[in-house]
Nanobody
């Protein structure tokens, strides 16, 4: 199993910044892609950004130029730097990883979510 612990959410004013972290632990052999999703009230969960094991990144159009995903493979940790936040970014942010696990093989695991609230 993989445990994902997220941190860094909170309340920020429009135009401000937050940095989310997601630390993975457990019976991990390797981690492939890592993801940040978000879900606003009454909305479906959406993919915000992806980073591959090689460091290639993909961003949703709504966050391009404002959000930056990164990872520290030695620490099995992923980060999301969020700048120029606006109220539309308010959501619960979830991290997810595709990890190769001992005995279980490849699995996608999810964090518990962290609330990000942007006030206008």
């Amino acid at each position: 199993q993989v445990q994902l612990v997220e941190s860094g959410g909170g309340l920020v004013q429009a135009g401000g910044s937050l940095r989310l972290s997601c630390a993975a632990s457990g019976s991990i052999i390797s981690i492939n892609n890592m993801y940040w999703y978000r879900q606003a009230p009454g909305e479906q969960r959406e993919l915000v950004t992806t980073i591959t094991s090689g460091g290639n990144t993909m961003y949703a159009d709504s966050v391009k130029g404002r959000f930056t995903i990164s990872r520290d493979n030695a620490k099995n940790t992923m980060y999301l730097q969020m700048n120029s936040l606006n109220p539309e970014d308010t959501a619960v942010y979830y991290c997810a990883v595709d990890a190769n696990l001992r005995l279980l093989g490849m699995m996608r695991s999810w964090g518990q979510g962290t609330q990000v609230t942007v006030s206008s």
